[in-house]
């Protein structure tokens, strides 16, 4: 049973939350089903007109119509890599909020340039939109989760952190629905204008709902902004700043902040794999199979965004499927299998 008096206690905290993750809505739509389903969006007969991606004869040129697919994903992927990898210095040196603003605004800037790209030049503009947005959102997905746990009290923080996983679920559910209000367009840009511009709604209310929320404490004491780290710290627990509990935790966090300048001492940049447990989580040790480093490379391996950036193309294969032509007993190619998935 939910403890309600925990729940309207810490709703400021539950409000940071549910701003913070319309940004792993985004993460969940572009990365864990591919961008609003962009592999639907490649195979559409429109698109493939459109951007040059049929031969004479009109059949599809596969190899580029793959080399088109294949590249809307990696630059997006690659985008992210850098946006994930310079999210940490400038998250530590400006603030959590400012930094999420900064990439929500990086990732509205690219969600708009491939939702408005058409012409000669349209497959420029959707390959640089993708770089850019995915920028945007692999800072997104690296700072809101830290902001989130920063900011909960120790009860409630598993729980509160834990909507993480919730919110990536509802972004992949929200791209496939997208995606299902396309069939009954009409052959037009509108096919990939509006799964790119949709993106352009969850990236919006992040951005206005950031305004409304405080930066993380625990920021605050870190850079020796104490009096304002104390003031947040109170309004998030709606408590007084005099409050017994308020000052007690606040204290908790500076001792963990002075404990950790500790342990990193002298390392630099070292610090990622020799700071504290660290290389543990990399898997230099004996119990590699239980690092994070296996965790990732193991879900990974498992080829599930692969098969859902390439859905269509798999739908189309197994529908075509072949079957026994009654009383002859010899097999013809080319008719629907009605137990394939369509």
Known sequence: MVNTQHTFKNIRVYWLAFIVYWGIILFGSVFA????????????????????????????NKQRNAD??????????????FGALSSAPISAK?????????????????????????GSHGLSEIYGGRVILGFGIGGISAVS??????????EVRGRITGLFQIFVAIGVMLSYWVNYGLVPLKPGPKLWQIPFGVQLIPAGIMMIGLFTVRESP??????????????????????????????????????????????????????????KGNLIRFGASPSFPDSATSLFLSSKQC?????????????????????????????????PCPSAPC
């Open 33 to 60: 089903s591919g961008d609003f389903t962009p592999g639907g969006v490649v195979s559409a007969p429109f698109f493939l007109e459109r951007f040059g991606l049929l031969n004479a004869d009109g059949s599809v």
């Open 68 to 81: 088109v697919s294949s590249n809307v994903v990696s630059v997006l992927q690659g985008g992210a890599f």
């Open 94 to 118: 400006i603030g959590r909020r400012l930094t999420l603003q900064i990439f929500t605004f990086i990732f509205i800037i690219g969600a708009i340039l491939t939702t408005v790209a058409n």
């Open 145 to 154: 989760p830290a902001f989130v746990s920063e900011c909960s009290p120790k």
């Open 218 to 275: 625990r920021w605050l004491a870190s850079v020796g902004r104490t009096e304002q780290a104390l003031r947040n710290l109170a309004y998030l627990r709606k408590e007084p700043e005099d409050s017994e509990a308020v000052i007690h935790e606040f204290a908790e966090i500076e001792a963990q902040i002075q404990e950790e300048r500790e342990a990193r001492e002298g390392l630099g940049v070292r610090e990622a794999f020799l700071g």
């Open 303 to 335: 080829g599930g965004r692969a098969r859902r950036q390439s859905s269509p193309s798999l739908r189309s294969i197994f529908a075509f499927c072949l079957t026994v032509r009654s009383g002859k007993g010899n097999l013809r190619a080319g008719r």
